[in-house]
């Protein structure tokens, strides 16, 4: 018997999330959870239902181990180069322009590709999202100028649900002046550009603009107000891998110019070496080697977190380095300067608040396999250390200015901000099948012993800047 699980949390939603509540659905001016609840069932009433989402797992399907294009190319490399990165092999693997899964694969996601992602499950996801995001513009003094940023927008699928919410809060979807994606793959593009379409006309006459951008630097910094969203995307970035060592007994000479020259290296610190990527003819098979020395990355990385100075010895740490940096440029896109016009988004992806040590690993055809196998055709993932973002973000220069928000469990997001109304509102009516895949795929996304917890919801503001944006001084829901 389907039941999804209630959250334990008593806290109820903020002011601002209940005024929306009043204000839109004509409810009694009861400012507690049932208020919020019963807007969830309205709004459930004005939206249509996506009945074509599907959330069954289609069975594994034998992976063939043999060799790729991209897997002799990464064999050329180190046999001129020698052991790569992990990070290298990352890029190559996911990004290279000819052979890399995302720049070429069409069917990444959903039933037919390698993986499915929340909002391919369920459109309830993107709604949900599109409501805190809409709460939290509000907070902010209701911005006459927004611009939706997404990193990695995959199909577009999120991004479609979120502006077909904002449609039915026209006073808010009129101020968005563009949608701007951070998206390489030009596959994926055109997926994006025909799921947007429908929800890009303003009552004028008038289109919202798409922008795409390979990377984050090229965003360029915006006077409107930012309302962003990255979900599964810093979980596949590249990682470095480093295993901490036993200090040397007398300092290290520098193995590239770039290492720390034997003068100044601190035996206090920990030591790292990195493990790095190379193969041992004639078996084509990749492998990890650890450098025989620090490598100017081992040396680098670790000093950007405390965190990184309670590793063992013997023990191994996955940094997202890249991710550390776009998590900073985001910060700085919105907080940095004068013209920067603040912002408010969610990150959500697998992962929690600290390091993982081996979580390194690849999908194909929703089956897991050794990330060595089959370079350039299967997904390559690992789980994201928030609390590494949220320095990324706090030791910037405007650290100060910034509010990090949880992170907070999947399902206790997605619960808090009415998932439950929501469903009930949308299979009220619905045949019986349509009814039962509809509740199946919002159990998914909140079961406790899976996606419910697996996945968590990071969020980020500005601290307030005005005495009278007196909501923003409160705990924000439903990170409370
Ligand atoms: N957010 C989507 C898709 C997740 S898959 C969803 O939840 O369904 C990851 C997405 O990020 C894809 O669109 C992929 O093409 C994009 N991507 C991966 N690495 C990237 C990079 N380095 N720069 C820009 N986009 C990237």
């Known amino acids: 018997m389907f039941t999804i699980l209630r959250s334990q949390k008593s806290s109820r939603p903020s002011r601002v999330l209940c005024n929306l509540v009043r204000s839109y659905s004509s409810?009694?001016?009861?400012?507690?959870?049932?208020?919020?609840n019963s807007f969830s069932k309205s709004?459930?009433?004005?939206?249509?239902?996506?009945?074509?989402?599907?959330?069954?797992?289609?069975?594994?399907?034998?992976?063939?181990?043999?060799?790729?294009?991209?897997?002799?190319?990464?064999?050329?490399?180190?046999?001129?180069?020698g052991p790569m990165p992990l990070a290298r092999y990352m890029t190559l693997c996911l990004g290279h322009p000819e052979h890399g899964y995302y720049t070429t694969k069409e069917d990444v996601l959903g039933e037919k590709g390698d993986f499915i992602t929340s909002p391919e499950i369920s459109q309830v996801f993107g709604e949900l999202i599109a409501i805190w995001l809409i709460t939290r513009w509000q907070a902010n003094g209701s911005p006459s100028s927004?611009?939706?940023?997404?990193?990695?927008?995959?199909?577009?699928?999120?991004?479609?649900?979120?502006?077909?919410?904002?449609?039915?809060?026209?006073?808010?979807?009129?101020?968005?002046?563009?949608?701007?994606?951070?998206?390489?793959?030009?596959v994926m593009r055109e997926a994006q550009k025909k799921a947007l379409e429908p929800y890009l006309k303003r009552k004028d006459g008038s289109h919202v603009q798409i922008r795409w951008f390979d990377r984050i630097e090229e965003v360029p910094v915006s006077?409107?107000?930012?309302?962003?969203?990255?979900?599964?995307?810093?979980?596949?970035?590249?990682?470095?891998?480093?295993?901490?060592?036993?200090?040397?007994?007398?300092?290290?000479?520098?193995?590239?110019t770039t290492s720390p020259s034997p003068e100044n290296t601190d035996l206090s610190k920990p030591h790292f070496h990195e493990l790095l990527v190379t193969y041992t003819p004639p078996s084509p098979a990749f492998h990890f080697t650890l450098s025989v020395e620090p490598t100017p990355y081992s040396t680098y990385i670790p000093t950007t977190s405390a965190e990184f100075e309670k590793v063992e010895i013997g023990q191994r740490i996955e940094v997202g380095a890249v991710g550390f940096g776009i998590m900073r440029r985001l910060g700085a896109l919105l907080f940095e300067g004068k013209n920067a016009g603040g912002g408010s988004g969610l990150v959500i992806d697998y992962g929690k608040d600290g390091f993982y040590s081996e979580s390194f690993r690849a999908f194909k055809a929703h089956a897991a396999l050794s990330p060595f196998l089959t370079p350039g055709l299967s997904d390559?993932?690992?789980?994201?250390?928030?609390?590494?973002?949220?320095?990324?973000?706090?030791?910037?220069?405007?650290?100060?200015?910034?509010?990090p928000l949880g992170p907070i469990s999947q399902a206790d997001f997605l619960e808090q901000m009415g998932l439950i109304p929501r469903v009930d509102g949308l299979v009220r009516g619905k045949p019986d099948e349509t009814g039962k895949r509809i509740r199946q795929g919002a159990e998914r996304l909140v079961d406790r012993e899976g996606m419910g917890t697996e996945y968590v919801f990071f969020g980020l503001e500005g601290k307030p800047k005005e005495p009278s944006q007196r909501d923003n001084d409160q705990a924000v829901w439903p990170f409370v």
């Open 27 to 36: 409810l009694p001016s009861s400012s507690d959870v049932s208020s919020f």
């Open 223 to 256: 006077d409107a107000y930012t309302l962003f969203s990255a979900h599964e995307f810093f979980d596949a970035l590249p990682i470095h891998l480093l295993e901490r060592v036993p200090p040397p007994l007398e300092p290290e000479p520098s193995p590239v």
């Open 380 to 403: 390559l993932t690992t789980n994201v250390n928030f609390s590494h973002l949220r320095t990324a973000l706090l030791a910037s220069p405007f650290g100060s200015q910034i509010r």
């Open 43 to 81: 709004a459930a009433s004005a939206l249509d239902v996506d009945t074509t989402r599907s959330f069954q797992k289609p069975p594994p399907t034998p992976i063939p181990e043999d060799d790729t294009p991209l897997g002799s190319i990464l064999r050329k490399t180190i046999d001129a180069a």
């Open 146 to 186: 927004v611009r939706l940023l997404e990193l990695g927008p995959g199909r577009g699928t999120l991004m479609a649900d979120i502006l077909r919410t904002f449609k039915q809060f026209s006073f808010m979807a009129e101020t968005i002046q563009t949608v701007d994606l951070v998206e390489s793959s030009p």
